[in-house]
């Protein structure tokens, strides 16, 4: 990923106004159509109103074994999504004992290549020549929205990821947005209670001694995610992140 998010700040940062030790900063539900199976979160209160609990429209279902998560991770031009572009998209499966069971990663060539240029090559790698024979915008981005029906969407800084897909979506006449999601940035800050440490994907590998092959490597980085997330779950003291869903509608 472009933008990893590293807390040089000393890790200040708020998001819809909830603080970065309340654990509901990892897990968000918007106010959107969603145009396809959303996953629901066992033991769901929906009496309670609570936006930032995810959709509290949504039925509550009992825990099952069909908990899984699709791992995303973009590299792009830029870091804006209304005027920078995917190049590089990886998606993984992860099941709920947080095994790799499905992935797909490919260049991308963007919808009308020749009005932007790839600022972030020297960070991404990523070349012309590649780009120009990726596959195309709206037929990865299927596949990403395919392989994210009826599971939790999960990114590192997941506000980036999720900021361009739905803006790469939109320009190629997809409709789906996401209304449920896991940020592994938001739930590692909620762990660091003294802010300790630094969240960047990076530091975060490193911490936990996790191997990232290659940094800005969009399949590297969401094997990175993928592994982080299991760590997490141990962390705050479940035994595997099928438990997720209903550590956050607590």
Same mark, same amino acid.
Not at 40 to 56: A, E, P
Not at 195 to 205: I, K
Not at 213 to 234: F, I, N, Q
């Given at each position: 990923?472009?933008n &990893?998010?590293?807390?040089t700040?000393?890790?200040t940062t ?6 970065l030790?309340d654990?509901?900063t ?7 159509t969603?145009?396809h199976?959303?996953p ?7 009496t309670?109103?609570? /936006?930032?609990?995810?959709?509290t ?5 009992e ?11 973009? &590299? /792009?031009t830029?870091?804006d999504?209304s005027?920078?572009r995917?190049?590089?998209v ?5 099941d709920a ?9 490919t260049i ?8 932007? &240029?790839? !600022? ?6 990523? !070349?012309?020549?590649?780009v120009?024979s990726g ?8 596949r990403v ?7 939790w969407?999960?990114a590192?800084n997941?506000r980036?990821?999720i900021g361009?897909l739905?803006a790469?979506s ?13 940020d592994?940035l938001?739930?590692?800050? !909620?762990i660091?209670?003294e802010?300790?440490?630094r969240?960047?994907l990076?530091a975060?590998?490193?911490h936990y001694g996790i191997?990232r092959?290659?940094?800005h490597?969009?399949? !590297?980085?969401?094997r990175a995610?993928? &592994?982080?997330?299991v760590?997490?779950t ?5 035994g ?7 550590y956050f509608?607590?």
């Amino acid at each position: 990923m472009l933008n &990893e998010c590293d807390d040089t700040d000393g890790a200040t940062t708020r998001w819809r106004g909830a603080p970065l030790g309340d654990h509901t900063t990892c897990f968000r539900g918007v106010t959107r159509t969603v145009t396809h199976p959303t996953p629901t979160v066992d033991h769901m209160d929906t009496t309670r109103g609570d /936006t930032n609990r995810g959709d509290t429209n949504q039925p509550a279902r009992e825990a099952t074994d069909d908990v899984a998560f699709t791992v995303v991770d973009f &590299e /792009t031009t830029g870091l804006d999504p209304s005027t920078d572009r995917i190049l590089q998209v990886a998606a993984l499966v992860v099941d709920a004992d947080g095994a790799v069971v499905d992935s797909f990663d490919t260049i991308v060539k963007p919808q009308n290549p020749d009005e932007f &240029e790839n !600022s972030a090559a020297h960070v991404n790698g990523i !070349s012309d020549e590649q780009v120009l024979s990726g596959m195309p915008l709206k037929e990865a981005l299927e596949r990403v929205w395919s392989m994210s029906r009826g599971r939790w969407f999960t990114a590192h800084n997941a506000r980036f990821d999720i900021g361009f897909l739905h803006a790469e979506s939109a320009r190629v006449g997809i409709e789906d947005t996401l209304e449920t999601w896991i940020d592994t940035l938001a739930l590692a800050r !909620s762990i660091d209670t003294e802010h300790t440490r630094r969240h960047s994907l990076s530091a975060l590998c490193e911490h936990y001694g996790i191997e990232r092959e290659r940094a800005h490597e969009a399949l !590297s980085d969401a094997r990175a995610t993928a &592994e982080l997330l299991v760590h997490l779950t141990r962390e705050i003291g479940l035994g595997s992140p099928r438990e997720l869903p209903g550590y956050f509608a607590r």
